[in-house]
């Protein structure tokens, strides 16, 4: 199986700030990696996929960077509906591995 | 509209059964693979298999493979999630989503909870 690492597991930020979330595959995936937000009592949302492509509907302060083992999302300028947790999956192959989430709480 | 829409929460005893759904509308429910991933409380997201619904043809996780069955009844645009017997280990919410590999839609979840 292919391991997914998140770092960090938690984040504190304040509004407007500029946040970078790290995700590390065990081997390469290519560009096959997905960004989620999850809001708590609520299913995840696409935010990125295959590593840098902006789903629709999503405002353009996301974006996603990466290939072959080392991926991040960042978001510009954070707001407050932002704060969540984050999760990163790979795509490659099966299982379709997640992340263990980033929590980005207010600072 | 795409939608994914799963039955109502459970509550269960150790070693009873379930089933649970996930009902597809808006697509072509026998063109796109449908997954389930578990979220334990306060856990993060696994990835527990997917199956094709035209053929049926299904892939477990390792960490799942025989502890469930996923199956799918295409005429009735429908996935469900099956356990045999249910253990206290199993209480978590259930998710459905569409995958390419990519999970774009997701349903709502099943709360499942098992408690004796």
């Known amino acids: 199986d292919i391991q997914m690492t998140q770092s960090p597991s938690s984040l504190s930020a304040s509004v407007g700030d500029r946040v970078t979330i790290t995700c590390r595959a065990s081997?390469?995936?290519?560009?096959?990696l997905n960004w989620y937000q999850q809001k708590p009592g609520k299913a995840p949302n696409l935010l990125i996929y295959g590593a840098s492509s902006l789903q629709s509907g999503v405002p353009s302060r996301f974006s996603g960077s990466g290939s072959g083992t080392d991926f991040t999302l960042t978001i510009s300028s954070l707001q407050p509906e932002d704060f969540a947790t984050y999760y990163c999956q790979q795509s490659h192959s099966t299982p379709y591995t997640f992340g263990q989430g980033t929590k980005l709480e207010i600072k | 509209e795409v939608q994914l829409v799963q039955s109502g929460a459970e509550v269960k005893k150790p070693g009873e059964s379930l089933k649970i759904s996930c009902k597809g509308s808006g697509y072509s429910f026998t063109s796109y693979w449908i997954a389930w991933v578990r979220q334990m409380p306060g856990k993060g997201l696994e990835w527990m298999g997917i199956?094709?619904?035209?053929?049926?043809?299904?892939t477990y996780s390792p960490s799942f493979q025989g502890q469930v069955t996923i199956s799918a009844d295409k005429s009735i645009s429908t996935a469900y999630l099956q356990w045999n017997s249910l253990k206290a280990s199993d209480t978590a919410m259930y998710y459905c989503a569409r995958s390419t590999g990519t999970f774009e839609y997701w349903g709502q979840g099943t709360l499942v909870t098992v408690y004796s």
């Open positions: 081997q390469t995936i290519s560009t096959y």
């Open positions: 199956i094709y619904p035209d053929d049926s043809d299904t």
